[in-house]
Each structure stands twice: as structure tokens, then as C-alpha cells.
């Protein structure tokens, strides 16, 4: 008997998670993928010697890479060199800058630094964190998010208040800590989830227990090694890739997809996941009578932000700068209101600065430094060549004033990358970079679902569905939807 086939839109994390699990359970699995290389928003390009990491740089939560690679019998080691940065990251104040140690002692003894007694109160403030990356990230994220009913778990009702939903992330902050400082360090993880502090359930304080006690992690040649990883584990199972591929419609017949048209060529298969962007698979490969979500419904959806990249090689040793470096030197607040309640390009914004050759050297030549600079900005904004120079001479003379290097007599290359950007490449639904935000009403079964309530054998995987965005939620929501294929054979 041959073997279902099965077709994936997409090679990004979300897309080769899926084909990992299907070809596992014994499916004829081929990806489809626009660009010439794997990864999706993780891709990478060289350029002068340099090499560039093009979206996630972060690597935290390592145990759900570890989980993801043993459910194949596989370890990260197999594929990349994983080592954990010490200090994890440092903040630029107005008047100074903290580094956050990786060892815990000497994380308390920062908080005692700046608010004496603190240290206790951060103690209690992870412990409940912990308690929330436990359930929130090894149990409600792997629920499906079909119906309302996977909630009723006695853990999870019984641990509602512990998980504190009905709290937002700065009272629960700034009832147990005082310093602006301190404040701002725990607060800043939640600045890409997709709402203000105030407005953020406090259970993401789970993130803070990824940062702080978890640890900042860096795979050895950047993060397209994960992809590169996947990619391996997936030829090794026997999934099969067709890269620029341009796929222009789904064709439906009796409430069945049937096909695709990929490059003026159909292509049959028995089931369809699509990692590609969620509006886009509907609005634009779905005819209308088989789209469940209507135009309104995805302008009434609430999105986390966009962003304003450069990609930046420079000659000479930055002295100054750690792998991972946050640029709080201006309004936390008025930055963040410029992205969420009067959307805008912001007037003075926070920016954030990686600089992976601290840690690694194959990503630059000899004697340089390779920088990825970001700005968070609202989603749906319009870009210019005008607006990309314009924010350019502002954060490099803001780097220049925290670190004395200036960037603009070293510049060696410099590309920008911004939402029309992301519209262009990935058909990012109003230029988004972190897909949906994190609010109460986008949460489990509130998001939009993993499986077509009007094509049957249609499935959605990636950061606009169950469980959100985010590498590690990536990784997830594609084991997610290889399950919702299983159970529909």
C-alpha cells in the first residue's frame, strides 16, 4: 500500500518540525519553500566575509530543542555546538549599564546592588516563574487549541491563580520590586509579545525563568544551525525539498484540497500543512467559500511588533559591547505606546544590539565585528529608504555615545531590513516579525486554528496559530499539527 502524501508549505521551524514528525509516523512528506535556502525567517546570508543571521537570535528555553531532537533519538549535540553566554546580556541605562550574570548568586547580589533586600523577593518572583514555565511550557502549550474543553485540566484549574492570568505583568512586578531598573529587566522580555507590561498576563513572567535561570544560549556558526540541524534529521527521514517554489493557489474540490499550483505545475497530495504566513494561505491560495476566517476578522486581530533590522559589518574590536546588548537608554513607556496605543515610528526609540562575534569568530572576518541591530516598531507601518537612514544615524550615534566606537567611520556594509521587508519575503500579514500577540483573547483556542474548519485535510503550523510565536513555539506548533494529521488518518 503506498504511503499517504503529504505536502508542506514553508521550511521555516514551524514547517520542518511538521515534516520531522509526519516522515517519523511513516508519511510521504515533501516541503515546499519560496526562497533558495531552508529556515524561513531564520535564514542567513554572507556578504564581505561576514555572515548574517537574518531573524531569531535568541536561544533560550534549550530544553524544548533538547525534547524536540529526543523524540527522533537525537541529541542537540548531534547537529550543533550549543554554549551558554556568560554574562547572558547587558543593559544600557541613561547613566549605566547592568550585566546579567549567567550564575544565580551573582544575580542576587545585582538586585541587592540596586534595591537592597531585593534578592529575597526575587527568589519568591522566580520560584512562581518556575512553577509557570512548568505548566505553561511542558502543558498548555502542547494542547492543540481545538476546543475550550482541553483547558478543564484539574492542574490547570486548580492552578489559575498561581498562574496569575487575571494579572497583569507590571503589578506583579512592582509589587515585590521598586527600582526602575530592575523594573524595566523584568518587564522587557514581554516587549515582543504583543501588548504593554499593564496589559500582559503575569504567567509570562515564565519568561523571565527562560532568561534568567534557564539562560542565554548560542549555537556555534549562528542560529541557521538549528535549521541546518532540522534540515539534516529531516533528509535523514526521508523528507524530500523543492526550494523556489512559488505556490499560487490550494485547489479545493467537495471541501478537499487536492492540490497546489507551485511554479504553474500541480502537485497532488493527500494532506496539506501550511506554515506559510496564516492570512496569507487563506486570503490568497483559498477561494473565499473555503476560507474560515473572514478580511475583518484578521483586521480586528491584535498583532505584536514589527521590526526595523541592519545587518552591519564594521572593521576594528567594539570593546564595549557583549553578544547580547538592550539599549534602555531612552522611554521604556513612551516606546512602547508608540507601538501599541498610537501606533508610529517612535520619536526616541529602545534598540537592541547583537554582536555575535563576541562569541564566535567564523561570523566575521579577522579583525571585525558583526552587528544585527533592531528596533521594535508597530506592525502595519510604512517604511522608506528615507526613515531606514534616518534611524540608522540615530542608534549608531547612540551606540557610539554608551561605547565610544563609531560605527559610521568603520562601516564596512550595512543593509536594512524592515516590514515591507517582511511583507516581500514571508507575506507577513501587515509586516508582522512576531505574529500574533499574546493577549488573553489570542490564547489556546481564541487563536486561529491549527486545522480548516471548511478543507478538511488543510493544516496550519508557525507563529499565527497554536501556540504562538517564538523558536521553541515554533518547534511545538509543528509537532501540533503532525498530531491533528494523525488524527485525521
Request: proline share 5%.
Amino acid at each position: 500500500m503506498s504511503k499517504k502524501k503529504i505536502a508542506i508549505i514553508g521550511a521555516g521551524f514551524s514547517g520542518l518540525s511538521s515534516a520531522c514528525y509526519l516522515a517519523k509516523s511513516g508519511f510521504d512528506v515533501t516541503v515546499y519553500e519560496k526562497h533558495n535556502s531552508i529556515g524561513g525567517r531564520s535564514r542567513s546570508y554572507s556578504e564581505n566575509g561576514f555572515v548574517f543571521d537574518m531573524g531569531p537570535s535568541w536561544y533560550w528555553m534549550p530544553d524544548i530543542f533538547e525534547k524536540f531532537f529526543a523524540d527522533f533519538g537525537k541529541n542537540v549535540s548531534d547537529y550543533y555546538d550549543l554554549v551558554r553566554l556568560s554574562p547572558s546580556y547587558r543593559v544600557f541605562f541613561s547613566d549605566d549599564y547592568l550585566d546579567v550574570p549567567a550564575s544565580l548568586d551573582e544575580l542576587y547580589a545585582l538586585f541587592e546592588r540596586y534595591e537592597p533586600g531585593s534578592s529575597s523577593n526575587l527568589k519568591q518572583f522566580l520560584k512562581e516563574a518556575e512553577y509557570k514555565y512548568n505548566v505553561g511550557m511542558h502543558d498548555l502549550v502542547y494542547k492543540p487549541g481545538i476546543n475550550i474543553s482541553e483547558l478543564i485540566d484539574m492542574r490547570l484549574i486548580s492552578g489559575v491563580f498561581k498562574l496569575d492570568v487575571f494579572k497583569s505583568m507590571s503589578s506583579h512586578v512592582r509589587k515585590l520590586f521598586k527600582n526602575q531598573k530592575l523594573i524595566k529587566l523584568l518587564e522587557f522580555p514581554v516587549l515582543f509579545l504583543g501588548a504593554l507590561p499593564e496589559q500582559t498576563p503575569a504567567l509570562y513572567s515564565l519568561m523571565n525563568y527562560a532568561d534568567l535561570v534557564l539562560g542565554t544560549w548560542y549555537p556555534m556558526g549562528g542560529m541557521q544551525k538549528i535549521a541546518q540541524g532540522m534540515y539534516e534529521l529531516a533528509t535523514e527521514l526521508g523528507v524530500k525539498f523543492e526550494t523556489e517554489i512559488d505556490i499560487q493557489k490550494i485547489v479545493v474540490d467537495k471541501n478537499i484540497a487536492t492540490s497546489i499550483l507551485a511554479n504553474k505545475k500541480i502537485e497532488n497530495f493527500d494532506a496539506l500543512v501550511s506554515s506559510a504566513d496564516y492570512h496569507f494561505t487563506e486570503q490568497k491560495l483559498l477561494d473565499e467559500k473555503d476560507r474560515k476566517y473572514t478580511a475583518k476578522y484578521w483586521e480586528s486581530r491584535k498583532m505584536a511588533p514589527s521590526c526595523l533590522i541592519y545587518y552591519v559589518g564594521v572593521k576594528g574590536a567594539i570593546n564595549n559591547l557583549l553578544h547580547h546588548n538592550l539599549f534602555f537608554d531612552a522611554d521604556f513607556q513612551k516606546h512602547s505606546k508608540e507601538i501599541y496605543t498610537n501606533p508610529k515610528w517612535p520619536d526616541n526609540p529602545l534598540f537592541y544590539v547583537c554582536c555575535p562575534s563576541k562569541t564566535d569568530n567564523s561570523v566575521a572576518p579577522e579583525g571585525h565585528e558583526n552587528l544585527f541591530i533592531l528596533i521594535p516598531v508597530a506592525p502595519g507601518i510604512t517604511d522608506t529608504e528615507e526613515i531606514r537612514e534616518k534611524y540608522f544615524k540615530v542608534v549608531v550615534e547612540r551606540l557610539k555615545a554608551k561605547t565610544g566606537f563609531d560605527v559610521k567611520n568603520n562601516l564596512v556594509y550595512c543593509k536594512s531590513y524592515a516590514p515591507s521587508n517582511f511583507v516581500k519575503d514571508y507575506n507577513a500579514f501587515k509586516g508582522n516579525a512576531y505574529g500574533l500577540a499574546n493577549t488573553l483573547m489570542q490564547t489556546a483556542h481564541l487563536k486561529p486554528s491549527l486545522r480548516s474548519k471548511k478543507v478538511k485535510n488543510l493544516f496550519y503550523t508557525g507563529q499565527l496559530t497554536v501556540p504562538g510565536p517564538g523558536v521553541p513555539p515554533s518547534l511545538i506548533s509543528g509537532k501540533l499539527a503532525a498530531e491533528q494529521i494523525l488524527n485525521f488518518f
